[in-house]
């Protein structure tokens, strides 16, 4: 091979061979440098593209659901209802500005100033996460809100791109404030309270404006761990943490100069209250709400709009006075029932409404046992008799029309009448003789002494004396429902339908001196976007002062010498009325003190709400009537309302006494009241002070004689009674002569 050929052999080997610096000819910093900048500016167009592809979506449902929160008279919570989310959506400056700034102190200090999405941040959260030091969140307040507020919690990278995006455009849209406020109303606390109101209740039990700083810090400081750092339930490491989260906080603030050296130093970690059963429909709260439904739809507020949720309705209900008419009903007669034992017990429902008789306003209400178990409101339904408690109106029918008997004396407190028991009406088309309590007869007897006893003779003749037209017009007026109301002599034994609330307005009024009163439990209605006050009830004066006040002034009567002795006390002023229906289906216990108007009953409930039976037995005390058990919770609920008494008394002008005609001439026909069997008993008595008594009236040893045959109202007619007839189906007495002796008292 000649020195060519090897020189051609040596250069195939050279090219062969790999050439020295090749690899970093291929990578030179020039090159990684234009690759490095490609791929951002890639990545650049890339998120250009995503940010204006991707829009600000509308709220998600679950962060704009709200709960609706029903409050006593005096802001405390009574019930909260929606649809499974305990959040009321409350406005930033409700919020104190120190309880603003912790928020902002534990998640994200520089909150003011940056725009929205804190790269740096995420990456030491993430560091801090995988290093076990825990959460400290990584995410700024305004990503946290837009993941609450617009997105899910799905720990995906699609969602978490959305997220960056929508938090620059947020923070471009929205003010630092709209922001804030957004986020401490949608994040969640634990306990089941969404947003810092529901979560101010839940840990303290107080409204979000009234936090303090240090309780406003541990708020702040729960949401990075909820579950893990509940005081309550957590384990010694999570209180450790939550403590230290807590003074991390603070510090920030002092950094941050939200927070002096010196307050921070007088701050103690406030421990929160132990958790309370979310407030629903149980107890009493049920027919509480339901009664304030009902008026709230009357004032134009719909079911469909109470369904959006974010409403405070406020009720006229006390509730030191609420609990001291639960705790009556429990102690005067669900702690004497055997409802599991005893099958009379377990019909027996009991219902009350008590309204401030200036006012209207509901202040207490009693619906039954509970309104899970029984949701039929007892305070409510008008399924039921007022019996007796009615008897008040004819009078007043019969003092504000000027009505006379039929021998033409003017009626009043004084008016005499004949209280022989089944003695037939006179001057009625349709016939009707109703029998006395226990078929008892008290001859010539005072309108006052009618009243104390209840005797259904007296106003049988009184009501057609007055006419019932006349007397359905008062009391219509005065707030008796026209439901089944006839106008005929019957009705004067409360034959018609009314609930413990309509016939609480019907006394309020007579206790406000005849200027009507309405009962209303709604306060106010308040959302953010909406307000609506009560209407206020018209205060028209209904019947004539004297009018009412006369009857108040019978009814102290019957308290101080009557049927309604079981509210007779020195403690306070007292009128009232009781009544028990046919057959003892129904008892009440009516009345009022110049402070307050409450009406108690009892009612027989058999076979799921849809049949009326017999209180008779009841805690197996014989005859459930009126003057009983009504009357005894009536008694110890007053007491405990009024504080344990008041020294205020009615003021009764211009009452009437009525006009009592001259004594007639003996006859030879003995009175129903000289038979030894009738002879009134030594507590049977006249109520009626001297210058209450007619001076003609021969005293309670002298029975007075009948008047002559020409005064018929006053002397049972010669002729035969009319047979009994049966009552109506509903155990209504109907047009009868006769009864079965459980009408009246």
Same mark, same amino acid.
């Given at each position: 091979?000649?020195?060519?050929?090897?020189?051609?052999?040596?250069? %195939?080997?050279?090219?062969?061979?790999?050439?020295?610096?090749?690899?970093? #000819?291929?990578?030179?910093?020039?090159?990684?440098?234009?690759?490095?900048?490609?791929?951002?500016?890639?990545?650049?167009?890339?998120?250009?593209?995503?940010?204006?592809?991707?829009?600000?979506?509308?709220?998600?449902?679950?962060?704009?659901?709200?709960?609706?929160?029903?409050?006593?008279?005096?802001? @405390?919570?009574?019930?909260?209802?929606?649809?499974?989310?305990?959040?009321?959506?409350?406005?930033?400056?409700?919020?104190?500005?120190?309880?603003?700034?912790?928020?902002?102190?534990?998640?994200?200090?520089?909150?003011?100033?940056?725009?929205?999405?804190?790269?740096?941040?995420?990456? %030491?959260?993430?560091?801090?996460?995988?290093?076990?030091?825990?959460?400290?969140?990584?995410?700024?307040?305004?990503?946290?809100?837009?993941?609450?507020?617009?997105? @899910?919690?799905?720990?995906?990278?699609?969602?978490?791109?959305?997220?960056?995006?929508?938090?620059?455009?947020?923070?471009?849209?929205?003010?630092?404030?709209?922001?804030?406020?957004?986020?401490?109303?949608?994040?969640?606390?634990?306990?089941?309270?969404?947003?810092?109101?529901?979560?101010?209740?839940?840990?303290?039990?107080?409204?979000?404006?009234?936090?303090?700083?240090?309780?406003?810090?541990?708020?702040? +400081?729960?949401?990075?761990?909820?579950?893990?750092?509940?005081?309550?339930?957590? @384990?010694?490491?999570?209180?450790?943490?939550?403590?230290? %989260?807590?003074?991390?906080?603070?510090?920030?603030?002092?950094?941050? !100069?939200?927070?002096?050296?010196?307050?921070?130093?007088?701050?103690?970690?406030?421990?929160?209250?132990?958790?309370?059963?979310?407030?629903?429909?149980?107890?009493?709260?049920?027919?509480?709400?339901?009664?304030?439904?009902?008026?709230?739809?009357?004032?134009?507020? +719909?079911?469909?709009?109470?369904?959006?949720?974010?409403? @405070?309705?406020?009720?006229?209900?006390?509730?030191?006075?609420?609990?001291?008419?639960?705790?009556?009903?429990?102690?005067?007669?669900?702690?004497?029932?055997?409802?599991?034992?005893? !099958?009379?017990?377990?019909?027996?429902?009991?219902?009350?409404?008590?309204?401030? &008789?200036?006012?209207?306003?509901?202040?207490?209400?009693?619906?039954?046992?509970?309104?899970?178990?029984?949701?039929?409101?007892?305070?409510? #339904?008008?399924?039921?008799?007022?019996?007796?408690?009615?008897?008040?109106?004819?009078?007043?029918?019969?003092?504000?029309?000027?009505?006379?008997?039929q021998d033409g004396s003017l009626i009043g407190l004084n008016t005499v009448y004949d209280g022989t028991s089944k003695r037939p009406v006179v001057g009625s088309d349709t016939p009707f003789a109703p029998q006395n309590q226990d078929d008892r007869s008290y001859g010539q007897v005072s309108v006052q002494k009618a009243l104390n006893s209840s005797v259904n003779s007296v106003f049988a003749q009184m009501i057609v004396d007055v006419t019932p037209a006349a007397v359905k017009e008062t009391a219509l007026a005065l707030g008796v429902p026209d439901k089944n109301f006839p106008e005929r002599p019957a009705v004067t034994l409360g034959t018609m339908n009314a609930s413990t609330w309509d016939m609480a307005g019907v006394y309020a009024t007579l206790d406000n001196h005849g200027r009507k009163v309405t009962p209303h439990?709604?306060?106010?209605?308040?959302?953010?976007? #909406?307000?609506?006050?009560?209407?206020?009830?018209?205060?028209?004066?209904?019947?004539? #002062?004297?009018?009412?006040?006369?009857?108040? !002034?019978?009814?102290?009567?019957?308290?101080?010498?009557?049927?309604?002795?079981?509210?007779?006390?020195?403690?306070?002023?007292?009128?009232? !009325?009781?009544?028990?229906?046919?057959?003892?289906?129904?008892?009440?216990?009516?009345?009022?003190?110049?402070?307050?108007?409450?009406?108690?009953?009892?009612?027989?409930?058999?076979?799921?709400?849809?049949?009326?039976?017999?209180?008779?037995?009841?805690?197996? +005390?014989?005859?459930?009537?009126?003057?009983?058990?009504?009357?005894?919770?009536?008694?110890?609920?007053?007491?405990?309302?009024?504080?344990?008494?008041?020294?205020?008394?009615?003021?009764?002008?211009?009452?009437? %006494?009525?006009?009592?005609?001259?004594?007639?001439?003996?006859?030879?026909?003995?009175?129903?009241?000289?038979?030894?069997?009738?002879?009134?008993? &030594?507590?049977?008595?006249?109520?009626?002070?001297?210058?209450?008594?007619?001076?003609?009236?021969?005293?309670?040893?002298?029975?007075?004689?009948?008047?002559?045959?020409?005064?018929?109202?006053?002397?049972?007619?010669?002729?035969?009674?009319?047979?009994?007839?049966?009552?109506?189906?509903?155990?209504?007495?109907?047009?009868?002569?006769?009864?079965?002796?459980?009408?009246?008292?």
């Open positions: 091979m000649g020195r060519a050929d090897a020189r051609r052999a040596q250069a %195939r080997e050279s090219r062969r061979a790999p050439k020295s610096g090749g690899i970093r #000819r291929l990578f030179t910093w020039k090159k990684l440098l234009g690759t490095f900048f490609g791929i951002v500016l890639l990545g650049m167009g890339a998120f250009g593209a995503l940010y204006v592809y991707v829009d600000v979506p509308a709220a998600n449902a679950m962060a704009e659901r709200q709960s609706n929160v029903y409050q006593y008279s005096d802001g @405390t919570v009574l019930a909260r209802t929606g649809k499974g989310v305990n959040r009321q959506i409350v406005d930033l400056d409700e919020v104190p500005k120190k309880v603003q700034h912790a928020f902002v102190a534990a998640e994200n200090k520089s909150f003011y100033d940056d725009e929205g999405v804190d790269l740096k941040g995420t990456t %030491r959260a993430l560091l801090n996460t995988v290093s076990g030091k825990g959460k400290q969140g990584g995410s700024t307040i305004t990503q946290q809100y837009v993941k609450n507020f617009y997105l @899910t919690q799905d720990p995906t990278v699609s969602r978490k791109l959305k997220e960056l995006v929508i938090s620059l455009k947020i923070d471009q849209e929205k003010s630092k404030d709209e922001i804030l406020a957004g986020y401490i109303n949608t994040a969640y606390y634990g306990r089941g309270a969404s947003g810092i109101q529901a979560a101010a209740q839940a840990y303290y039990g107080i409204d979000a404006k009234d936090l303090d700083v240090s309780q406003g810090a541990y708020l702040a +400081s729960v949401l990075q761990a909820p579950s893990q750092y509940d005081w309550n339930s957590a @384990t010694d490491t999570g209180k450790k943490l939550v403590k230290e %989260r807590w003074a991390y906080t603070l510090r920030n603030m002092v950094e941050m !100069k939200w927070l002096t050296e010196s307050e921070r130093a007088g701050l103690e970690f406030p421990v929160p209250q132990k958790p309370k059963p979310a407030q629903g429909m149980e107890g009493q709260a049920g027919y509480l709400v339901e009664a304030a439904n009902k008026e709230l739809d009357k004032q134009g507020v +719909s079911a469909a709009d109470r369904d959006a949720g974010g409403w @405070t309705f406020t009720l006229t209900v006390d509730k030191k006075r609420q609990k001291a008419l639960e705790k009556a009903v429990d102690d005067q007669l669900e702690s004497k029932l055997d409802r599991e034992g005893n !099958k009379v017990d377990a019909t027996v429902q009991a219902g009350a409404t008590s309204v401030d &008789p200036k006012s209207g306003k509901v202040v207490a209400l009693y619906g039954g046992e509970d309104y899970i178990k029984h949701y039929i409101s007892n305070a409510t #339904r008008q399924d039921y008799q007022p019996a007796s408690t009615f008897k008040p109106l004819v009078l007043a029918s019969a003092l504000e029309n000027e009505s006379k008997t439990i709604l306060q106010s209605a308040e959302h953010r976007d #909406r307000t609506v006050n009560a209407e206020k009830p018209k205060r028209e004066q209904v019947i004539s #002062r004297a009018s009412a006040d006369t009857v108040t !002034k019978g009814l102290t009567g019957v308290v101080d010498a009557g049927s309604g002795g079981a509210a007779n006390t020195p403690a306070y002023d007292a009128a009232a !009325k009781t009544g028990t229906s046919e057959d003892n289906k129904s008892a009440w216990f009516a009345g009022y003190t110049p402070e307050l108007t409450t009406v108690v009953a009892l009612f027989g409930e058999g076979d799921g709400g849809r049949k009326q039976v017999s209180l008779t037995g009841t805690a197996n +005390s014989g005859r459930a009537s009126g003057s009983g058990f009504p009357a005894r919770i009536w008694a110890d609920y007053t007491l405990g309302a009024l504080g344990g008494g008041s020294g205020k008394t009615f003021d009764l002008q211009d009452v009437e %006494r009525g006009e009592v005609p001259a004594p007639p001439t003996p006859s030879g026909t003995p009175s129903e009241e000289s038979t030894p069997s009738e002879k009134p008993s &030594p507590s049977d008595r006249p109520s009626e002070t001297p210058s209450e008594t007619p001076s003609d009236t021969p005293s309670s040893s002298t029975p007075p004689s009948p008047p002559p045959s020409s005064t018929p109202s006053t002397q049972p007619p010669t002729s035969p009674e009319v047979p009994p007839q049966p009552g109506d189906d509903d155990g209504q007495p109907g047009e009868r002569p006769g009864g079965n002796g459980l009408l009246g008292e």
